[in-house]
């Protein structure tokens, strides 16, 4: 099983659609959590942090939820320029922090 | 602004060649990682090091090995290249402590 995972979609919407993606991590342990961005052919972009109370940064909603070890990410008024894949990044417990990665979710943005 | 800066953003090389492939972070990180990254199989960690002179396997260390010798720098070396290393390597770097990491631009690296 996979520590970290992610429906790889796409989630194709249109502008100014609501969307959401879930990650699930298998090590209770975890301390910290990330949304990161990736555009085709880039380096990932930390998007933001996910903080316990949840955190919110813009059209950007990160939540925790620590019982059923998820976090989700909403993205509120979808632009085209949203257009990306979304890393959930889990940084795994052990002697140094290891940051592990979700395979991504490919979100489509169309007019 | 935090830097890391890969050597090669395109590397072309033949099986079996020794290739290395370098990066430098501006930012006195303590950790530095190196992951490859293929279609469908998202980013996974090949080694990664805590310190100067120190390194830890990651989930697919086979064929690989890796050199810290300042801390700035972290290298990863192919030592006999494969058509199967066919893919994309990304260094990133993170303070010590559960903060995020980041990444260089990456380095395509294609072996033919």
């Known amino acids: 099983r996979k520590e970290v995972e992610q429906d790889p979609g796409p989630f194709n919407v249109p502008e100014g659609a609501t969307v959401a993606f879930n990650c699930t991590y298998s090590n209770s342990a975890s301390q910290s959590f990330f949304w990161y961005r990736q555009d085709c052919r880039k380096e990932p972009k930390l998007l933001m942090s996910v903080y316990s109370s949840g955190n919110e940064d813009g059209r950007f909603t990160a939540q925790l939820n620590r019982a059923s070890q998820y976090i989700s990410l909403l993205i509120r008024d979808s632009k085209l320029s949203d257009s990306a894949t979304y890393l959930c990044v889990v940084n795994m417990p052990g002697g140094s922090y290891i940051p592990t990665f979700g395979r991504g979710t490919s979100l489509i943005v169309h007019p | 602004d935090v830097k890391v800066t890969q050597s090669s953003r395109y590397l072309v090389k033949r099986t079996g060649e020794k290739v290395f492939l370098e990066c430098v972070q501006d930012?006195?990180?303590?950790?530095m990682f190196w992951y490859r990254q293929d279609p469908g199989l998202g980013l996974r960690l090949i080694y990664f090091s805590y310190d100067v002179k120190m390194k830890e396997k990651g989930d697919i260390p086979e064929g690989y090995s890796v050199s810290r010798e300042k801390k700035e720098r972290f290298s990863l070396i192919l030592e006999s290249a494969s058509t199967n290393q066919t893919s994309m390597y990304l260094c990133a770097s993170s303070p010590r402590g559960q903060v995020e990491a980041f990444f260089g631009q990456g380095t395509r690296l294609t072996v033919v």
């Open positions: 930012m006195d990180h303590e950790n």
